[in-house]
Structures are given as structure tokens and as C-alpha cells.
């Protein structure tokens, strides 16, 4: 009977201790698992956060986009209205070049009704003193300028122009002549051009 009771206890003995270690086993288990949920918790919201910096990151670089393609248009726009000026200003140009080589051819030919049709309502033609009667719109001074002599015919260069308001163009012309020598300078002339339903002649006077 005392041998039973031992074994007897022993076996109890034997049967806490293995449900202790059980019990380790599982408090064990119930941390590990708690950390693990911290640690996923943990690596979510940096991720959350990661992701909200790239996001904007990307709203800030798509905003750059449409504002570079903007600007690109913003420049193919002003390059394409800079080309269209530049070309009808040398429209311009050659068109104010052509009346007045008809204006000159005029005056050397004594030709005034067709001189006539050239010129702005100030300016009148004095068919006695082949001259015209210039009325300047700016001084309001009535002057004279007789015809351009052209014995022989010059060579004429073009020095400046300026365009004001799509209405008045001015041009600076230097003049030569062919001699011997070569080119001798003949002085400037300055003419003025007015928009009445078509470019006429307001003004014209030397220049040195």
C-alpha cells in the first residue's frame, strides 16, 4: 500500500508539472501573438503613411506636368503670333517700298493726278510749284516740299521704320548715287504713312 501511494503521488506530481508547462506554452503563445498584431498594426500605418507621401508627390508632379504644357503652349503661341507680326511687318515693308517707288516715279514724271491718289487728305499738290502742301498732323505747321529731282536715279536703302497703333508708319531712306567713284551719298529722306481705307502719304521731308 505505501508503494502505491508513492507511485500514486509521484504520477500527480508528474501530471501538475506537465499542465504548468502547458500553461507557459500558452501565455507564451497569447504574447507572441499580441506582438505580432502590434508590430502589423504598427507597419500598416507607416505604410498608410508612405503611401499618402506618394500620393501627393504625385498630385505635386502632375500639377508641375500641366503647368510645364501650359508654358509650352503659352511659348508655341507667342512664337507663332512673333512669326505672324514679323511677316506682316515685311509685308508691310514691301508694300510702303512699292508706293513709294510710285510715288518717286510720279514726281520725276510730273505725273499728278496719279500722284494725287497717293497722298493722305492733308497733303495737296501745287501743280505750279510741282510741289506738295503738307499739313503735319503733330505741329499743325502748313510747309512745302517740291518734288524729288531724280537726275539720275538713286539707289535707295532703307535705315529704320517704326509702326505706331497699326496706323502711322515711318520710314528713314538713305540715298545714292553711282558715280565713278562708287556710291556717293546723297542725303536721307523720312516719309510718313497714314491708314485712310489703304497706306497713303501724310508726310515727307529730308533728312541728313
Not at 510710285?102 to 491718289?117: A, S, V
Not at 497722298?119 to 499738290?125: D, E, F, K, Q
Not at 509702326?163 to 523720312?190: C, N, P
Request: with cysteine; hydrophobic share 35%.
Amino acid at each position: 500500500m505505501k508503494k502505491s501511494n508513492l507511485f500514486a503521488f509521484i504520477g500527480c506530481v508528474f501530471l501538475i508539472l506537465a499542465a504548468c508547462n502547458d500553461n507557459e506554452k500558452g501565455s507564451t503563445e497569447k504574447i507572441d501573438e499580441s506582438d505580432d498584431l502590434s508590430t502589423l498594426v504598427s507597419t500598416n500605418k507607416k505604410l498608410t503613411e508612405q503611401l499618402e507621401d506618394e500620393r501627393q508627390k504625385i498630385e505635386e508632379l502632375e500639377e508641375e506636368n500641366r503647368r510645364l504644357k501650359n508654358d509650352i503652349l503659352t511659348y508655341k503661341q507667342q512664337a507663332i503670333e512673333t512669326e505672324e507680326q514679323h511677316e506682316d511687318e515685311l509685308a508691310l515693308r514691301v508694300e510702303i517700298e512699292e508706293k513709294l517707288l510710285d510715288i518717286f516715279e510720279y514726281m520725276h514724271e510730273r505725273n499728278h493726278d496719279d500722284l494725287q491718289t497717293m497722298l493722305a487728305s492733308n497733303v495737296t499738290i501745287d501743280h505750279e510749284l510741282e510741289a506738295l502742301n503738307i499739313m503735319e498732323h503733330d505741329s499743325g505747321i502748313d510747309r512745302t516740299m517740291h518734288y524729288l529731282q531724280f537726275d539720275p536715279v538713286p539707289y535707295i536703302a532703307q535705315r529704320g521704320f517704326s509702326l505706331v497703333d497699326d496706323t502711322h508708319y515711318t520710314s528713314d531712306y538713305a540715298m545714292y548715287t553711282l558715280t565713278d567713284d562708287g556710291f556717293q551719298y546723297d542725303g536721307g529722306v523720312e516719309v510718313v504713312f497714314s491708314f485712310e481705307e489703304e497706306w497713303k502719304l501724310s508726310s515727307i521731308r529730308y533728312v541728313q
